[in-house]
C-alpha cells in the first residue's frame, strides 16, 4: 500500500486557515495533501488563471506526518471548472506552476471530451447537485486506460444532508460504471473540522459502493499513482526529465512533447510499465525515498524540474531488476 | 453493492484448552512463535496489590533500546552479525513506520530478517523478494525474507554483497529501531549503538485496582462463556471501560456476559515495551504460583498484545494492516491448572497456530 494522500484541500487566502488546514492534515496521518486552486470561468467575466502561492508561504516549517518521521509533502492542483470546451486549453503555459490538473465538466459533451481527450489527471464528480448527466461505459473505460481518475469529495457531505444525499447518489452511480477502479476519495475541505482521518474514508467508501480493499486503495495507491502521471505529464512519457541545472549548459535534453501521443502513459498504476521500471525512481537521485519531497519542501513552486539539482535529465541508466 | 456494509472485515478466533499438567500442551510453543509482544495485561479478581513475586518479575523484565535513524545495512555488519545475530540472543522492530504505509523492518531472534517494502522501494533494493500475500489488484507491498544465518547469506558471500549493496548505496533505508537487551549484557551491541543517536527505556508497568466489578461465572469446564462476549469483557475491563450500560450513558453499552457475579476488587496490571517469549513465560508461571495459593479466586488471565505495525505475526508469518492490525492471544488460567487459550488476528493475517 501507498501513503494516505487528501488530493483536494481548498485554498483560502488566510494564511492561518491554510497552516491550520495543513497541520490537521498531518495530524491526521496525511503524508500527501495537494492545495486546489479552483478556476471558474463564466461567460461574463474572464478571470486569469491563479498563480500557486509558494509552499513556503502557505506553511513553514512543514509539520510531521503522525505515527511516521516525515514532513507532510505539499502539492498544488488546479481544478477548472468547464462549462464550455473553451474554458480548457490544453498545454497552456499557466497550468505548469501546478503539480495537478483537475477538470469538472458540467455537460456530458464535456465529460466525455475529458475522458478521452484532455490531458488531465483528475475528473471530479460534482456533489453539489443532481448529475445531469450518466455515466457512459465507454468514456469511463477510456478515462481508465489512459490514467485518468475520478475524484468524488466528501466534505460537502458533512456540511450539508441535501448534499450528503447527492454526494452518495452520485458516486454510487460512477462506481457501477467504472466498477471502483481509478476512483479517489478526497475532502475539499475548507475548515480543518471538514477533514477525517483515512481509515474513516476507508469506511465511507463502503457507502459509495467500493469494496474493501478498493476504497482503501481509493485513498493511497489510486492518488499514488495520480501523482505519478501528473509526474509524467511535465516529462515525456516519464522516461525523460529535464531540470535546470546550475550551469546554463545542460538544458533541454528530452524529446519534444509530442512523443506522449505514441500511448506511453498506459494504464495506471504502472504508469512505468513501459519496460523502463527503474527510471523513474533514478530521476529522484539514486532511489532515496525523501528525494523528491526534499526538492519540493526547499520552497519551490512544487515543480520538479526546478530542483536544480545539476544533474543531466535523461536518467534511464541502471533498471535494478535486472539480475547480476 | 451493499451487501458488504453487513459485514465487518474478517477476523480470525483460534480458542484452545488444555492443561499444563498435560505433557502435549502447545501452549510454550504458541507463546515462543510472537516474537514482538507490545503490551501484557494481566487482571487478577479478589486482589487488591500486586503479590510481590509478581512485581519482581516485572521489575526485572530487560530494557530495550531506541535507536534514532539507523541505517538497516547496520544490521547486517560483520561483527554484529557474529555478536548478536548468530548466537540468537536478539530482536529488533523498525519503530515509527506503519506497516501499510512505510517500509518496515523485523529482526527475529532465530536470525531471519524480514523487510516489508512498498513498490518503489522494493523495485530500487533489487534483491528478490515475494509479493505481500495480501496484495488486492495490483502489487504494491512486498516482503524481502532474509535467513542471516544461512550459509550462502555469510559475509562476503553473493547474497549477503548485493543485499548490503543495496541498502547501502541504492535504497538507504533509515528508520527508528528498537532493539532488544541481549541476556548477558549490551557489550555485543555497544559497537552499534555508539556510533549513532540511542536511549535505552524500561517497559511501562501499570497498576490499577478496581472495586465492585461485575464479571463472568468462569469455571474450568466446557463453554462456560462465549469467547466473543468474553474477550470483549476483558478488553473493556483493560480498557477502563464501564460495562454497567446504564441508561444515562451514551458512552458504551457493552455488558458484561451472563451469568455473572460481582467482585468486590480486582487488580489490572499492564506493562508495556518490546517484550520477548521469555518474559511472557516467566509472568504466566508466576501467575500459576499466585493461583496455586488456596484463597484466591478461581481464575486469573493474561492478554498479550502484537505490535499493530510489525511484519511479522505468529512464527514469522506475515501480518498487515488493512483496517486493524491487532494480533494478540488472551490465557485465562484456572485453580486447577487448566487453561482456555484463545489467539485472534485480524483481516491481513494468517491464521494463529
Same mark, same amino acid.
Given at each position: 500500500m501507498a501513503v494516505f494522500m487528501d488530493l483536494n484541500v481548498g485554498f483560502s487566502a488566510e494564511r492561518s486557515r491554510m497552516t491550520s488546514l495543513i497541520e490537521t492534515a498531518a495530524h491526521l496521518g496525511f503524508s500527501t495533501v495537494a492545495v486546489n486552486y479552483v478556476f471558474e470561468p463564466t461567460a461574463q467575466k474572464k478571470p486569469e488563471i491563479p498563480t500557486p502561492t509558494p509552499i513556503r508561504e502557505l506553511i513553514d516549517p512543514l509539520p510531521v506526518v503522525q505515527g511516521r518521521s516525515r514532513p507532510i509533502r505539499v502539492l498544488n492542483r488546479l481544478t477548472v471548472v468547464m462549462s464550455? /470546451? /473553451?474554458h480548457f486549453r490544453p498545454n497552456?503555459?499557466?497550468?505548469?506552476?501546478?503539480?495537478l490538473l483537475a477538470v469538472q465538466p458540467t455537460t456530458e459533451k464535456l465529460f466525455h471530451a475529458a475522458c478521452m481527450?484532455?490531458?488531465?489527471?483528475i475528473i471530479c464528480i460534482s456533489v453539489t447537485e443532481k448529475l445531469p448527466f450518466f455515466f457512459k461505459r465507454a468514456p469511463v473505460n477510456g478515462a481508465v486506460d489512459r490514467g485518468v481518475v475520478f475524484e468524488v469529495s466528501y466534505s460537502a457531505a458533512i456540511r450539508d444532508s441535501t448534499r450528503r444525499r447527492y454526494t452518495i447518489a452520485n458516486a454510487v452511480s460512477l462506481m457501477e460504471s467504472c466498477k471502483g477502479k481509478n476512483v479517489i476519495l478526497s475532502s475539499a475541505a475548507e475548515k480543518p473540522l471538514e477533514l477525517r482521518g483515512p481509515y474513516d474514508i476507508t469506511n465511507l467508501g463502503l457507502l459509495f459502493g467500493l469494496s474493501e480493499a478498493g476504497t482503501k486503495e481509493a485513498v493511497s495507491s489510486t492518488c499514488r499513482s495520480v501523482v505519478l502521471h501528473a509526474e509524467t505529464r511535465k516529462s515525456a512519457s516519464g522516461i525523460v526529465y529535464t531540470m535546470k541545472s546550475c550551469s546554463e549548459s545542460s538544458g533541454q535534453q528530452g524529446a519534444p512533447p509530442d512523443c506522449r501521443s505514441s500511448g506511453q502513459q498506459g494504464a495506471l498504476p504502472d504508469c512505468r510499465s513501459s519496460g523502463q521500471q527503474g527510471a523513474l525512481p533514478d530521476c529522484r537521485s539514486s532511489g532515496q525515498q525523501g528525494a523528491l519531497p526534499d526538492c519540493r519542501s526547499s520552497g519551490q513552486q512544487g515543480a520538479p524540474p526546478d530542483s536544480g539539482e545539476g544533474a543531466p535529465a535523461a536518467k534511464r541508466a541502471k533498471p535494478h531488476l535486472t539480475s547480476d | 453493492m451493499f451487501g458488504g456494509l453487513e459485514r465487518t472485515p474478517r477476523t480470525l478466533l483460534v480458542c484452545d484448552r488444555s492443561s499444563f499438567l498435560d505433557e502435549k500442551n502447545r501452549l510454550s510453543s504458541q507463546v515462543e512463535?510472537?516474537?514482538? #509482544?507490545?503490551k501484557v495485561s494481566m487482571l487478577l479478581p479478589e486482589c487488591s496489590s500486586a503479590p510481590s513475586h509478581l512485581e519482581a518479575v516485572l521489575n526485572s523484565i530487560d530494557s530495550f533500546y531506541l535507536i534514532r535513524k539507523l541505517p538497516i545495512h547496520e544490521l547486517l555488519d560483520k561483527h554484529f552479525l557474529e555478536t548478536a545475530v548468530h548466537q540468537g540472543r536478539v530482536s529488533g522492530l523498525s519503530y515509527g513506520t506503519r506497516i501499510d504505509e512505510d517500509n518496515c523492518v523485523a529482526l527475529m531472534p532465530n536470525g531471519h530478517l524480514s523487510l516489508s517494502l512498498d513498490k518503489d522501494s522494493f523495485e530500487v533494493l533489487g534483491v528478490e523478494g515475494k509479493p505481500s500475500r495480501f496484495n488486492q489488484r495490483s502489487n504494491s507491498r512486498f516482503v524481502v525474507s532474509v535467513d542471516l544465518t544461512d550459509s550462502a547469506m555469510a559475509p562476503g558471500g553473493r547474497g549477503y554483497q548485493r543485499l548490503v549493496t543495496g541498502l547501502r548505496s541504492r535504497l538507504q533505508l533509515k528508520t527508528d529501531f528498537l532493539l532488544s537487551h541481549p541476556p548477558g549484557g549490551g557489550a555485543s551491541l555497544q559497537a552499534l549503538l555508539s556510533r549513532y543517536d540511542w536511549s535505552e527505556h524500561r517497559p511501562e508497568i501499570r497498576s490499577h485496582a478496581l472495586k465492585d466489578l461485575s464479571c463472568p461465572l468462569l469455571t474450568s469446564d466446557l463453554q462456560s462463556c462465549d469467547p466473543h462476549r468474553l474477550l470483549e469483557w476483558l478488553g473493556a475491563v483493560d480498557a477502563h471501560v464501564?460495562?454497567? #450500560?446504564?441508561?444515562?450513558?451514551?458512552?458504551s453499552s457493552l455488558v458484561c456476559p451472563e451469568p455473572k457475579t460481582r467482585m468486590s476488587r480486582a487488580l489490572s496490571v499492564s506493562v508495556c515495551g518490546l517484550l520477548r517469549p521469555q518474559d511472557v513465560h516467566r509472568l504466566i508461571q508466576q501467575i500459576r504460583c499466585y493461583l496455586d495459593q488456596p484463597l484466591v479466586e478461581n481464575w486469573a488471565s493474561l492478554t498479550v498484545h502484537g505490535f499493530v505495525d510489525s511484519p511479522v505475526s505468529w512464527g514469522g508469518e506475515e501480518h498487515g494492516v488493512l483496517k486493524g492490525g491487532d494480533h494478540f492471544y488472551s490465557l485465562l488460567m484456572f485453580h486447577d491448572h487448566t487453561y482456555q487459550l484463545h489467539l485472534a488476528a485480524g483481516a491481513h493475517d494468517t491464521c494463529p497456530p
Open positions: 464550455d /470546451s /473553451s497552456a503555459a499557466e497550468y505548469r506552476g501546478f503539480d481527450l484532455y490531458d488531465v489527471d | 512463535q510472537l516474537h514482538f #509482544n507490545y464501564s460495562c454497567e #450500560n446504564s441508561s444515562s450513558s451514551f458512552l
